[in-house]
Structure formats: C-alpha cells, structure tokens
C-alpha cells in the first residue's frame, strides 16, 4: 500500500469514528444485517481480514438491497475507529457519512 492510500484509509477511519460518535454507525453482524434489511443502510464496511463466508454474506445482501460495501482495514482497525473490540463489519446509516468515507477512499 502506498503513502496516499495510508492516509486514505486512515482519514476514512477517522470520519468513521465521526459518524459512530455521531451515532450514525451499527456494527456487529446482527445489527448490519438487520439495517440493510430494513434498507437503512447507506454504506457497509468490511474489514479486509473478514472470513469468507461474512463477505460473501454480505456482497450478496447489499447486492440484493443495493448498498454499496468497502474494504477497510482489518478487524482490528475497524474496531478501534469505532471504539470497539475487533469488528468485521459495520454499517453507515447516514447518507452525509458514507459519501464522504466513499469519497476518501476512492481517491487511493
């Protein structure tokens, strides 16, 4: 990974800690699952590090439902921008949110 996709990912991880302050951010596989569902979901995020199975899970759901899904990080990561323990996935469930963390990562 490059120097600017270093800070992408980084910047997107802290407008990601922005949204959950914010109290636009789900995590955990239930809660994800259940947003999309309930077509509240503006963005899912998977750790890079998933297991195959979440992300097949979950590209096939947000296929279905058309929410665009994001690699980021690894559990780890994820979890610490959203101050919590290793993450998998989380979901963005405010528009203004997930367009800038789109943002951010397209430009690596």
Not at 15 to 27: D, I, P, Q, S
Not at 35 to 57: C, F, M, P, W, Y
Request: with cysteine; proline share 2%.
């Amino acid at each position: 990974m490059n120097n600017e996709a270093v800070i992408a990912q980084k910047k997107a991880l802290s407008m990601l800690g922005l949204a959950m302050n914010a109290g636009k951010v789900l995590t955990g596989g239930f809660a994800v699952e259940k947003s999309v569902k309930n077509q509240e979901a503006h963005l899912v995020i998977l750790a890079g590090d998933a297991s195959d199975n979440t992300e097949k899970k979950f590209e096939k759901m947000c296929f279905y439902y058309k929410v665009p899904v994001l690699r980021l990080a690894d559990k780890a990561s994820l979890g610490r921008a959203v101050g919590k323990e290793y993450r998998s996935c989380v979901v963005v469930n405010d528009p203004g949110f997930a367009v800038q963390i789109k943002k951010l990562m397209e430009t690596r």
